[in-house]
C-alpha cells in the first residue's frame, strides 16, 4: 500500500453514463495527479494540482473533469466517454513542488466505455 | 520526438545476473530522473529518484544520471525473479511536468 487508494478499481460505463472516480491520499502530500494508460503507450499526464489549484491541463477532452476539494482528495468525473478513453486511470500524489517530486500512485481504476 | 525513450524489450536475464535498463531523454532542462516497477495488473511503484549526475545505489539497484548525454540507467544486481516486471523510467521537466517511457519490460529466468 502506498497511502493512496482510488474507487471504484473496475468501471464499465455506456457512453452516455456520467460517473466520477475517486482518489484519496494519506502521506500528507500537497500535489495530486490525474495519469492516463492505455496499452503499448507511455503514461499520458492529464491533470495537476498543487494545493487544490490546478496547475496543469494537457490538452484533455473536456469530457473529463477534474475536481479537487482539498489536497487529500482528488476525482475525476466522466461524461459522454468514447470507446477509446477505455484504459487504466491512475492517480498520484507528491510533495509540493520545489521539493521531492517523487510520485505514489494509487491502483488505479480499469475503465471501460462501452 | 518522443520527450522519453526506452528499449520496449523484452529484456530477459538469468537469475543471479546483472540486468540493465537504459533510458534517454529529450529536454536538457529536465531535473529530476525517476525509476519505477510496474507489474503486470498493477499500478507503478516507485524504486529510486536521482537528481545529480553520478550513481546512487540503494539495495540491488543502482541508478546511473549523465546529464551531458541525456541518459539515465538502472541497474539490478543479483536479479531474482520476483524483478520479473516492466520498469519505466520518469522525467521531470519543472514545475509538475512529467514524462514517461513506455517500458522496458524485464524477464529473470530460473
Known amino acids: 500500500e502506498t497511502g493512496v487508494t482510488q474507487t471504484p478499481r473496475h468501471l464499465v460505463m455506456g457512453m452516455t453514463n456520467k460517473k466520477s472516480l475517486k482518489c484519496e491520499q494519506h502521506l500528507g502530500h500537497n500535489a495530486m495527479y490525474w495519469y492516463k494508460q492505455s496499452a503499448k503507450k507511455p503514461l499520458e499526464l492529464m491533470f495537476v494540482y498543487n494545493f487544490k489549484e490546478q496547475t496543469e491541463n494537457n490538452s484533455v477532452p473536456s469530457r473529463f473533469s477534474p475536481e479537487c476539494p482539498n489536497s487529500s482528495h482528488l476525482f475525476l468525473h466522466l461524461h459522454t466517454l468514447q470507446p477509446e478513453d477505455s484504459a487504466l486511470y491512475l492517480c498520484a500524489s507528491s510533495q509540493a513542488p520545489g521539493t521531492s517530486h517523487e510520485q505514489y500512485f494509487g491502483p488505479g481504476t480499469r475503465l471501460t466505455v462501452t | 520526438q518522443k520527450e522519453v525513450e526506452q528499449n520496449s524489450g523484452p529484456l530477459s536475464v538469468p537469475e543471479g545476473a546483472i540486468a540493465s535498463l537504459n533510458c534517454t531523454y529529450s529536454d536538457r532542462g529536465s531535473q529530476s530522473f525517476f525509476w519505477y516497477r510496474q507489474y503486470s495488473g498493477k499500478s507503478p511503484e516507485l524504486i529510486m529518484s536521482?537528481?545529480?549526475?553520478g550513481d546512487k545505489e540503494d539495495g540491488r539497484f543502482t541508478a546511473q544520471l549523465n546529464k551531458a548525454s541525456q541518459y539515465v540507467s538502472l541497474l539490478i544486481r543479483d536479479s531474482q525473479p520476483s524483478d520479473s516486471a516492466t520498469y519505466l523510467c520518469?522525467?521531470?521537466?519543472?514545475?509538475?511536468?512529467?514524462?514517461f517511457g513506455t517500458g522496458t519490460s524485464l524477464t529473470v529466468i530460473p
Open positions: 520518469a522525467v521531470n521537466l519543472t514545475g509538475n511536468q512529467f514524462y
Open positions: 536521482i537528481y545529480s549526475n
